[in-house]
């Protein structure tokens, strides 16, 4: 299996703030990494696929990056709506796996 | 716009079989793979597996062939035997398609618990 690790697990930011949350795949994906965004109580949402597209309706100010095994989930001018907890997934073989999640909180 | 809406037992007993149902509306491609994820606080999200618009089903190694997917009409189920304590999980149904390997949209959730 290919194994997902994220940093950092937690991170503390302010409203306007500027956000990178990494993820590491133990062998290479491609471009094949998702990110996901979730709240308390909710299903995840998709805001990145492929490493890279925005997903229809996820506002601009989230970006993904990266390419093998290093990927990055940058989003700037942190808004309230933001704070959350965010996963990456890889979709390039089966078992898909997802990372441990990095949350944004206050 | 698909929507999926999932159903099941939320309390199982130990060693006796999960079972839930999703449903699918607004539209259904060859390309889909209706799929099963569950979460714990302990081991984060964990992909079951799917079953391909074909029928075939894949799935997660970790439940050492304890869990089955299949679909029929609007509705695809997933069952999952001799369950534990450590089954215990939010599960989530899911789309996602054969080459855009990614889960969108999901289900509501439901907690199942597995206790005497």
């Known amino acids: 299996d290919i194994q997902m690790t994220q940093s950092p697990p937690s991170q503390s930011a302010s409203v306007g703030d500027r956000v990178t949350i990494t993820c590491r795949a133990s062998?290479?994906?491609?471009?094949?990494l998702n990110w996901y965004q979730q709240k308390p109580g909710k299903p995840p949402k998709i805001v990145i696929s492929?490493?890279?597209n925005l997903q229809s309706g996820v506002p601009s100010r989230f970006r993904g990056s990266g390419f093998g095994t290093d990927f990055t989930l940058t989003i700037s001018g942190l808004q309230a709506e933001d704070f959350a907890t965010y996963y990456c997934?890889?979709?390039?073989?089966?078992?898909?796996?997802f990372g441990p999640g990095s949350k944004v909180d206050v | 716009q698909v929507q999926l809406q999932q159903w099941g037992a939320a309390l199982v007993k130990p060693w006796e079989t999960l079972s839930l149902r999703c449903s699918f509306s607004g539209g259904s491609v060859s390309d889909d793979c209706w799929t099963w994820i569950r979460q714990t606080p302990g081991k984060g999200l964990e992909w079951i597996g799917q079953v391909r618009h074909s029928g075939i089903s894949d799935y997660n190694p970790s439940l050492r062939g304890r869990a089955t997917i299949s679909t029929s009409r609007n509705e695809f189920s997933l069952k999952v035997t001799s369950v534990t304590a450590a089954d215990t999980a939010v599960y989530y149904c899911a789309r996602s398609l054969t080459k855009l390997t990614w889960f969108d949209p999901w289900g509501q959730g439901t907690l199942v618990t597995v206790s005497s």
């Open positions: 492929s490493a890279s």
């Open positions: 062998q290479s994906v491609d471009t094949h």
């Open positions: 997934q890889q979709g390039y073989s089966m078992p898909y796996t």
